[in-house]
């Protein structure tokens, strides 16, 4: 049985196929140059078919610091981790990739903004139990997980959605969110500026 807020992947399990290719359920994560292609090519794909796109942003905490403690196979173990665990709870069609050693951006293809804050609110709460083994000792990981989502066609630039969801984690960080947090949220709460222009979709969001 599929849990509340998750999609179950398409038949076939890690042989699943994104519309750009294999994605990172079949191999290794993408990199930041690939993640951030593929995400402008749904974007566009979302504004010339008015079809909904969702994006989440996960940002690994305090990983600078653990892996000064713990030697750089850290990273390695977090990579891993982060990727089966995200790999578990999407579908076969989400895409994504590492922006940098402690930041996972997801790609939700056909996702609009209920739906993406569903799994953005799952992904933070199974990562409240998942532990990272270094050196055959545990250690509890921790994230932040900003989102946002573009359900029509009111946000008019990729690079203005990449700023929604910069922001939303961003903000977690910041106030040690319990919570994964919305562009939405954060322009009610600081009054920013919409990176996206008025009446984008994160900020009908409370």
Known sequence: M???????GRSGGSRAKSSEGEG???HSLFSQAQILHLMKNEFARARRHGIPLGIV?????RLAQLADLHGAELRGAVRQTVARVVREKTRGSDL????????????LPHTDHEHTRLVSERLHQVFQDVE??????????SIQVGFTACDDQSTLFFDS???QVEAAVEFAQQNASDHAVSFGEVQLRQGAEDPGGAGAPGGRDG
């Open 57 to 61: 942003l996960i940002h690994v905490d």
């Open 161 to 163: 959605l990449l700023a």
């Open 96 to 107: 994504m990739g590492a922006t940098s050693d402690d930041r996972y951006l997801l790609v």
């Open 132 to 141: 990272v083994t270094v050196d055959n000792r545990p250690l509890h990981l």
């Open 24 to 26: 990172f359920l079949s």
């Open 2 to 8: 599929t849990r509340p807020g998750f999609r179950k």
